[in-house]
């Protein structure tokens, strides 16, 4: 596996395309959820990244400094490959997200919007409700965030 960290003026175009793709693959067409992925946000982010051996970008996230979605540096678009699920890529992705989030910004707290489903996974690393829960694109979520 190969995981790099760039920020968006440092991604290639297949690079870009690539973590697009993925996270249309999984959140507009698996989850059947139309919705504006491009939001403007990617611009301003970091964009942490998964190769397989193959070359597949199979699991990404997008890390946001305080400011830009909430007053605390945030992690979101937080995706891996359906075909990539169950091998425990996903908790390594959030432990790089973190980790980056960590060296980049310091040690604070990290905010993010989960599935509600998925709450239990974002517990394990330490990300706790903040008691806001809402429907976004007819899925419930949940604002999570992670205290040092």
Sequence with gaps: MNWKVKKYSELSLDEFHDIIQLRIEVFVIEQNCPYQDLDGKDKKAHHLFCKNNNGEIIATSRILPEGI?????????????????????????????MNFCKEEF????????????????????????????YLEDGIPHIEMLFKP
């Design 106 to 133: 310091g040690i604070g707290p990290i905010r993010l919007s989960a599935q509600k489903h998925l709450e239990n996974y974002y517990n394990r690393h330490n990300f706790f409700s903040t008691g806001k829960e």
């Design 69 to 97: 979605s909430y007053k605390e540096v945030a992690i979101g678009r937080i995706v891996t490959s359906e075909k990539a699920r169950g091998t425990g890529l996903g908790h390594e992705l959030l432990e790089k997200s």
